[in-house]
């Protein structure tokens, strides 16, 4: 063990990266809980059971059976490959070099085959990923929302993830090619150690420390681009699944300040012209206009969203070339809640109004009516986030709010209040059918 | 033969087992007259001990909540479940899946606590029960394909009923491409059965016409009145009415059993 520069550097990396991930992460909490309460902790024992089926279990990935085996494959990879970054973390601070190769003996080079093989197959996924985005053109990948940013964020991605796999195998090669190799050779690196064996001793030691120091950083790296990137969901995902509903998805939520409101109405005696209690502040806003309007959990299902598209290339609407996309909304209201944010950091924490709004500047009406509730794409989500939460909170606030339903729908309305039905018939005449059963 | 109701029976002094929720296009609808009438006289026939509303019965709100019209719905709601809890209803049956999704899972929360069955889980219940006895008859063989209601399917999880009707009757059943948890909806829910569609390339009723005519089937079975609207005008657009027939289960029921 030498304790020398090489380890300021790194603990002075390792924290640098670990400020500004833990400073990310908290302006992403701060902006989900912008969103209003909803209770969401009941039935632990079933969220859990929720979150381990479909995060962990990736229940729900599946059902495209080819993006479903890759992407496990590269959360597998994901999770055990890390356990190496532990020991990288352990050498990198304490200044050892593969520090549990001795204690470990067989099982270290056991163990490190296998991250071999997991680093391919990773290489693989990440290659076809590449392919059916960029020469396949799988169309759900490229409708109108995904122009720009979100299509680069995907390639960078499955780039940065194929070069961090390659330094880990550079970085293995090198170590078998050395006189005083610690462990190795390994199965997949040995394939690569032939190039590396032009080099002098000197020289591989140079070479291991460029794979070393470019895999460990590139991994700060890239865990300060997941707050900016839609591969945050890699974290969300859990606590998406856990407070995910879990009700039937039929089961549109009740709004509550509106069954104040109707109680108030039905209820005989109540006095109309009482004067509100004081503390009860300005009255709540019916559905959402903006993204403080919606629930936190809404909010945390923009940001858990990454972009797959499965949503959209399920809903009947855009199929048939309407311009709602289920992924839109969750990439607008993340695009909303990040300026939100922003306009609070630069205001000392007081969001000062920029007369702009979730809904028109960023989701248009077309888009809100196109909805059928259908529910496939709430369905189609391998991480259970909720478009047609947001859908129906945004019409109940163009509705009650502004009236402003197109008139079809309110002659529909209209009907429902003075007949009970909507259409025009008198209620009288419900059971008419009944008379002539006979003639059927 | 007459169909009683909750008013009548109560006078009397008797309180049925079930409550038959008619719903709006079930009244007022004159196909989906039909699929009441069908479903009312296997009712009758199974001896099944059922009641109406009649004239006390109301929209449920569910095409307002849908429009965003809260209010409108809530108001609707807790003026249905006045009725429903002074009769003391214990347990409905509807067959029309929105009327079944609202009355099933949104009026708990404003008061209303039912034992609320869609028809094809009912039908399906007195045929297991013995209750009522089909074989085959008239549609065996035919050629059937069904079309998941959203309100049934996805939003409450129920696809194997109607799938066990269409077993029961003996018919050829064939899957469309997309269905049960993945059926393409018919373009009639969250109230778009009562506005114009917004500006697309196709109506999603034409797309899922299409569909289903590629199974070649000479019924287009459905379980909703909404969706039976938009596969008939599908089909009437592919001016195929002549040869293709969109029918409810509980008339397919009705048919094979010759009720």
Request: aromatic content about 10%; charged content about 25%.
């Amino acid at each position: 063990m030498t304790f020398g520069l090489s380890n300021l550097i790194f603990l002075l990396a390792l924290g640098t990266a670990i400020f500004f991930f833990a400073r990310s992460v908290g302006k992403i909490r701060r902006n989900i809980f912008l969103g209003k309460p909803i209770n969401r902790s009941d039935n632990k024992s079933d969220r859990w059971k929720n979150m381990g089926l479909v995060a962990m279990g990736q229940s729900k990935m599946v059902a495209k059976p080819i993006a479903g085996f890759f992407h496990i494959v590269i959360y597998v990879g994901f999770i055990l490959i890390n356990i190496e970054v532990l020991e990288i973390l352990i050498d990198g601070i304490f200044g050892t070099h593969r520090v549990l190769a001795s204690p470990l003996g067989g099982i270290y080079t056991t163990a490190i085959n296998f991250f071999e093989i997991l680093a391919v197959l990773v290489i693989v996924a990440c290659v076809v990923f590449l392919w059916r985005r960029n020469v396949q053109r799988i169309s759900r990948f490229h409708k109108d929302e995904m122009k720009g940013w979100p299509t680069k964020d995907a390639n960078y991605i499955l780039v940065i993830e194929i070069v961090l796999m390659f330094a880990l195998i550079g970085m293995n090669a090198t170590e078998a090619n050395m006189e005083n190799a610690k462990a190795g050779p390994f199965i997949v690196s040995n394939l690569f150690a032939p190039l590396f064996s032009p080099l002098s001793q000197e020289g591989l030691h140079m070479a291991e420390r460029i794979f070393w120091w470019g895999h460990i950083l590139g991994i700060f790296a890239f865990l300060n681009y997941l707050p900016y990137s839609k591969h945050f969901h890699i974290i969300l995902a859990f606590p998406n699944t856990w407070y995910a509903n879990l009700n039937a998805k039929g089961q549109l939520a009740n709004n509550e300040t509106v069954t104040k409101e109707v109680k108030l109405m039905l209820d005989p005696n109540a006095d109309p012209y009482a004067t509100p209690a004081e503390d009860q502040g300005a009255p709540e806003r019916f559905g959402a206009k903006d993204v403080m309007d919606l629930k936190w959990v809404n909010i945390m299902n923009a940001y858990a969203c990454t972009e797959c598209g499965r949503c959209t290339s399920e809903c009947p609407a855009n199929q048939t070339g309407k311009k709602l996309s289920p992924r839109k909304i969750m990439m607008d209201v993340r695009d909303r809640v990040e300026i939100v944010g922003k306009n609070i950091d630069a205001n000392k924490g007081q969001f000062v109004d920029d007369g702009k709004s979730l809904l028109d500047d960023h989701i248009t009406r077309e888009e809100l009516w196109a909805c059928t509730t259908c529910n496939a794409c709430v369905q189609a989500c391998p991480v259970e986030i909720d478009p047609l939460s947001i859908i129906m909170q945004m019409r109940q606030y163009l509705v009650m709010e502004e009236s402003s339903a197109a008139q079809e729908l309110n002659l529909m309305m209209s009907n429902i209040e003075n007949n009970g039905a909507p259409w025009q018939f008198a209620q009288a005449d419900r059971a008419n059918w009944a008379d002539d059963m006979g003639a059927n | 033969m007459k169909i009683p109701s909750m008013a009548e029976l109560m006078a009397q002094g008797k309180q049925p087992e079930v409550l038959f929720w008619v719903g709006c296009a079930g009244s007022f609808d004159d196909r989906a007259k039909k699929i009441t009438k069908a479903f009312a006289k296997t009712l009758l026939k199974a001896g099944v001990d059922f009641a109406i509303l009649g004239k006390e019965e109301s929209c449920t709100g569910d095409p307002a909540k849908r429009a965003g019209n809260e209010f409108l719905f809530q108001m609707q709601a807790m003026s249905n479940i006045e009725v429903l809890n002074a009769y003391e209803v214990k347990k409905i049956v509807t067959t029309c899946p929105h009327c079944f999704n609202t009355l099933k899972n949104e009026y708990p929360e404003l008061g209303g606590n039912y034992e609320v069955m869609h028809h094809t889980q009912y039908l399906r219940e007195l045929l297991e029960s013995g209750k009522l006895k089909i074989e085959g008859g008239k549609l065996k063989g035919k050629r059937i394909t069904f079309h998941d209601p959203c309100y049934l399917g996805r939003a409450n999880g129920e696809y194997e009923a109607p799938r066990k009707l269409i077993e029961t009757i003996e018919a050829e059943f064939v899957e469309m491409r997309r269905c049960k948890s993945q059926g393409l909806c018919c373009g009639a829910g969250g109230a778009q059965m009562f506005k114009e569609p917004e500006k697309g390339n196709k109506d999603i009723n034409i797309e899922r016409t299409e569909e289903a005519l590629e199974t070649q089937p000479e019924i287009i079975a459905a379980a909703c009145p909404f969706c039976n609207t938009m596969m008939s005008d599908g089909i009437k657009n592919k001016e195929k009415e002549g040869s293709i027939k969109v029918m409810d289960l509980a008339e397919l029921i009705e048919m094979a059993g010759d009720l």
